[in-house]
């Protein structure tokens, strides 16, 4: 039951920005945006989330379009080690569970 | 802070055994839940722990059963082991007052193997 749309896979150069985008058009006012990263065999990392602000952290920035209809988070200088499956979930902020859908596969190439 | 862990890290056993499966929160966490990850279903939620009692629950069997001791730490239980629950289990953290916004927080993981 995912309420996310995330493109399967992407690639991006070392060094360059990683540009995730996610769409989640049947978002309601008072739900958050979550992105997580699992890399391979490892518990899913907590990245970012946000309500209507763009937000950033010491590892990504998330861009929060101002319908809230879709949102795009940056890793502004993509290293190896971000190779991982990202995760884009939307949730209320005291949902007891996350919905994971199939995320994006993002590939960091040499 | 130290993070969530979760023991064994890894762990095979037979059809029809059953297995125990142990999650030490983050320090002042008292929320516990559970997710099963396969290639086939993803992750999906097991059910969630607040102050030692069950508060939620997904849609898996019977054979799946978990408890919350007073300290927070959690296990959960999987017992007559089927082939299909070979995955990698992760237990998650927050504080669960749901109050205010909170995060989860996940462990490393127990990877499953059902021979």
């Known amino acids: 039951d995912a309420k996310t749309t995330q493109p399967p896979s992407m690639d991006c150069a070392e060094g360059r920005a990683a540009n995730l985008p996610c769409n989640h058009s049947t978002i309601s006012g008072n739900e958050y945006v979550y992105w997580y990263r699992q890399i391979h065999s490892q518990g899913p990392q907590y990245i970012i989330h946000?309500?209507?602000n763009n937000e950033t952290n010491e590892m990504a920035s998330l861009i929060i379009t101002e319908d809230r209809k879709s949102s795009t988070l940056i890793l502004p200088h993509a290293t190896l080690r971000d190779t991982a499956v990202y995760y884009c979930?939307?949730?209320?902020?005291?949902?007891?569970?996350?919905?994971f859908g199939a995320g994006t596969t993002v590939t960091v190439r040499a | 802070k130290a993070g969530v862990t979760q023991t064994p890290r890894y762990l095979i056993k037979t059809r029809g055994q059953q297995v125990t499966l142990s999650c030490s929160p983050i320090s002042g966490h008292r929320s516990v839940s559970w997710y099963q990850q396969t290639p086939g279903q993803g992750l999906q939620f097991l059910f969630e722990y607040f102050s030692e009692t069950q508060r939620n629950k997904g849609n898996f069997p019977g054979r799946f059963s978990g408890r919350q001791f007073s300290n927070s730490r959690s296990e959960m239980n999987v017992s007559t082991l089927e082939l299909g629950d070979s995955a990698l289990y992760l237990c998650?953290?927050?504080?669960?007052?749901?109050?205010?916004?909170?995060?989860?927080?996940f462990g490393p993981g127990t990877r499953l193997l059902v021979l």
């Open positions: 998650a953290s927050r504080l669960g007052d749901r109050v205010t916004q909170e995060t989860q927080y």
């Open positions: 979930i939307v949730s209320l902020y005291n949902d007891y569970k996350l919905s």
């Open positions: 946000g309500l209507k």
